[in-house]
């Protein structure tokens, strides 16, 4: 499966933005979905990440009640909405899906080098 995220942007502390990540190639139902993001001499970090049937969304205490993750296997979409943004959550944002059993997926849904599939980075830039 083929992903591109696309979507970010330059927004102030406190604004909104939703990210896409659009999928092609593959079937798209059968993969899990995760956003991780890397900010500028940090390492790449979990986001958030849902199942292939988009429940049970699991997200980092950094995000939670702010970030919600979403997933359109009708449309082949998945989507990052992100509200209440801080100049913390400046970062190149990324996309990446992989098939999983569910055993192995709830052992790895947070770990980057668990899925072989990544879009290239969308950049978010939250100003103060």
């Known amino acids: 499966v083929q992903l591109q995220a696309f979507g970010g942007g330059l927004v102030q502390a406190g604004d909104s933005l939703r990210i896409s990540c659009a999928a092609s190639?593959?079937?798209?139902?059968?993969?899990?979905l995760a956003w991780f993001r890397q900010a500028p001499g940090k390492e790449r970090e979990f986001v958030a990440s849902?199942?292939?049937?988009?429940?049970?969304?699991y997200y980092a205490h950094s995000v939670k009640g702010r970030f919600t993750i979403s997933k359109d296997n009708a449309k082949n979409m998945g989507y990052l909405q992100m509200n209440s943004l801080k100049t913390e959550d400046t970062a190149a944002y990324y996309c990446?899906?992989?098939?999983?059993?569910?055993?192995?997926?709830?052992?790895?849904?947070?770990?980057?080098?668990?899925?072989?599939?990544w879009g290239q980075g969308t950049q978010v830039t939250v100003s103060s």
């Open positions: 190639g593959g079937t798209f139902s059968a993969y899990a």
């Open positions: 990446a899906a992989d098939r999983f059993n569910r055993g192995s997926y709830y052992a790895q849904l947070d770990v980057s080098s668990a899925y072989a599939y």
């Open positions: 849902v199942t292939w049937k988009g429940d049970f969304p």
